[in-house]
């Protein structure tokens, strides 16, 4: 499965932008599909992630303003992301992983990224 990520682009501080992560195979085997992001000259992050099962978590410095969500049957997972702030700058990234990811972050399938950028 490969997976491509788009809906990137450039917002002012309070905007919304919804990114789609499209699947050229079944997700519906995958465990945990979620988004990372890396902001400039810092660590990869863990951003949200949603189980096959429907679970959900968030890190919290994006709680309360994404949502992420996921149509097995179009093979795709979305980030909703609303009152974006100039800190959600960074480049964003789908993953998918296996039940351990819940927890360690660590995926086994990475979506090229998109360029997310908030202006102030």
């Known amino acids: 499965v490969q997976l491509q990520a788009s809906g990137g682009g450039l917002v002012q501080a309070g905007g919304s932008l919804t990114l789609s992560c499209a699947a050229s195979g079944t997700i519906f085997s995958i465990s945990v599909m979620g988004w990372s992001r890396q902001a400039p000259g810092k660590r990869r992050e863990f951003v949200a992630h949603?189980?096959?099962?429907?679970?959900?978590k968030y890190a919290d410095s994006v709680k309360g303003r994404f949502t992420i969500s996921r149509d097995n049957a179009k093979n795709t997972v979305y980030l909703q992301m609303d009152s974006l702030k100039p800190e959600d700058t960074a480049v964003y990234y789908c993953?998918?992983?296996?039940?351990?990811?819940?927890?360690?972050?660590?995926?086994?399938?990475w979506g090229q990224g998109t360029l997310v950028t908030v202006s102030s």
């Open positions: 949603i189980t096959s099962g429907g679970s959900i």
């Open positions: 993953v998918g992983g296996d039940g351990s990811s819940w927890d360690r972050h660590e995926y086994y399938i």
